[in-house]
């Protein structure tokens, strides 16, 4: 647009210049001609002669388009068609532009005059100059077009390029959008073409087919570490049962022990082919599982009960709070699997004493399973990344696991179309603990009917009593979520 206008502007500017400029050159040229004329004459016929040349020209031109005055060193009038001395020429001599206060010939006054003024021998003064209220009025049209062209330019170049812009920003949009959406997941999304073949189809092009390309070397790869796992798994078993074989049939104590621990080693690594061979089942699976309407909050209280008991043997506070009748529609094997590896997970990266959180309540639509633990917790740059297979934080190397439980997690949220989200349970302390938050669309619960059950595990030792209160009920504190926590 800057550019633009800008052009405008010179080209205006330069046909003014040429046209105005010209013209006031050529009245110029006029009045120099005139005293020219008048020069010559006054030195062959002395003052006499130029004030009987001067009386000529004033009669010859009635309109007074030409301007002249003569008169002695106090102004007082010899010739001319000018009554008085112009003000403005009182204290300037030689080009001045002035108004005219009086009626000159036929023409009135408040006409735009341009004249020369100078002092003739002796004291006396002359003036001599023309009327350019014609070319006055000349610029003032020009100078008016230029500001409307400008004007309508700017306006112009203004929508050119809104327009111009809001097409080529909507479609670059189109491509931010899916890529977000592709980076968040959706790695079968691809970026819509217009069939036009423009620079911004074959770009959408190119990064569909790079993506293809992605796409294909990822399941080459996922295929290769799943046959592996396939594959090795019958001869895997086999090995396993002929050392328990084994183990039944010696007698020597230190070749059982060694066998048995074989058997154990075997058998840990054939549960992770197992669960690798799961995950994969899964991401092939897509949203074609067994799907029924289940209540999570009745789901995950089957999971803690079974979990409390090793959270008691560590000595950890374990609290369940949960929405009743937190409707979803979902696999009830899969699901179970997923709260039990996240309790897993916060039980084992907690330390003794340290406390657990359960919590399942309604966010409008959808339903939160909630997981916070006072553990170690996940550094923010390692929180992506726990979700790939077989990767696990360096500070938790030295507990049991084989970092499977979290891509699993993340598998079957995906099936049931939900989200996972990790952060810091007490952000910035030593020991800022993880909280899981995993979002599901939920099936539209009855609202009147939302109630809330908080149950309380004490560390080992004390009783568990469960407490049931209902948000109305004496004991309660509840905030605004509707989840209560027991006092
Ligand atoms: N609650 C948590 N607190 C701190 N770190 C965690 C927590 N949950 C997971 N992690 C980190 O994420 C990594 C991956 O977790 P994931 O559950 O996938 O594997 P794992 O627990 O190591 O092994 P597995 O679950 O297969 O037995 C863990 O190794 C650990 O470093
Ligand atoms: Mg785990």
């Known amino acids: 647009m ?126 001599v100059g023309r ?39 909507r479609r670059i949009e189109v491509i931010n959008n899916t890529s977000r959406k592709i980076m968040n997941g959706h790695l079968s999304l691809r970026i819509p073409t217009r069939g036009t073949q423009d620079d911004f189809d074959q770009l959408a092009d190119n990064l569909n087919r790079m993506l293809d390309r992605i796409v294909y070397l990822m399941e080459g790869i996922r295929h290769v570490s799943d046959s592996i796992a396939h594959d090795l798994r019958t001869p895997l078993t086999r090995l396993r049962n002929q050392l328990e074989s084994t183990l039944m049939a010696v007698d020597n104590d230190e070749a059982r022990e060694q066998a048995g621990r074989a058997v154990a080693e075997a058998d840990q690594l054939l549960a992770t082919f197992n669960a690798l061979l799961r995950i994969a089942r899964l991401e092939t699976r897509g949203n074609s599982a067994d799907m029924k309407a289940i209540s999570l909050d009745l789901l995950v209280s089957d999971a803690c009960e079974l979990y409390e008991a090793l959270a008691e043997d560590k000595h950890q506070y374990f609290e369940q709070s949960m ?101 810091d349970h007490h952000p910035g302390q030593d020991h800022p603990g993880l909280t899981v938050q995993v979002r599901l669309p939920g099936l539209q619960p009855d609202k009147k009917r939302i109630k809330t059950t908080t149950v309380k595990a004490l560390p080992a030792g004390g009783d568990e009593t469960p407490i049931t209160d209902s948000p109305e009920g004496p004991h309660a504190e509840s905030d605004a979520s509707g989840t209560t926590r027991s006092a």
């Open 131 to 169: 009327d350019v209220d014609d070319l006055t009025t000349l610029k003032k049209l020009i100078e008016t077009a230029i500001n409307w062209g400008m004007g309508i330019t700017l306006a112009l170049a203004l929508l050119g390029g809104f327009l111009m812009s809001r097409s080529t920003t």
């Open 323 to 423: 929405d009743e009748e937190v409707m979803i529609e979902g696999d009830r094997d899969l699901l179970f699997q997923m709260v039990s590896n996240l309790i897993d997970n916060a039980i084992k990266y907690t330390p003794e004493e340290g406390e657990i959180a359960v919590r399942v309540r309604f966010d409008g639509p959808d339903a939160i399973l909630e997981v916070s633990d006072s553990g170690i917790g996940i550094p923010d740059s390692e929180k992506d990344q726990v979700f790939q297979r077989f990767y696990r934080v360096g500070k938790s190397r030295s507990l049991p696991g084989n970092g499977l439980g979290l891509s699993l997690v993340s598998a079957v949220t995906e099936i049931h179309q939900g989200a996972i989200q990790l952060s």
């Open 2 to 127: 800057v550019v633009f206008a800008t052009s405008v502007f010179l080209l205006l500017a330069f046909i003014y210049w040429r046209t105005a400029g010209f013209m006031t050159a050529q009245t110029d040229e006029t009045i120099e001609a005139e005293i020219a004329g008048l020069a010559e004459q006054y030195r062959g016929r002395g003052i006499n002669g130029l004030i009987t040349l001067i009386r000529e020209r004033v009669s010859r031109d009635p309109n007074a388009k030409s301007l002249y005055l003569f008169t002695t060193d106090d102004y007082v009038k010899l010739a001319g068609n000018l009554k008085s001395w112009p003000e403005k020429a009182r204290s300037n001599s030689g080009w001045i532009n002035f108004t005219l206060n009086e009626k000159v010939g036929w023409s009135g006054p408040k006409r735009q005059a341009r004249a020369r003024v100078f002092e003739v021998q002796g004291g006396l003064r002359l003036l």
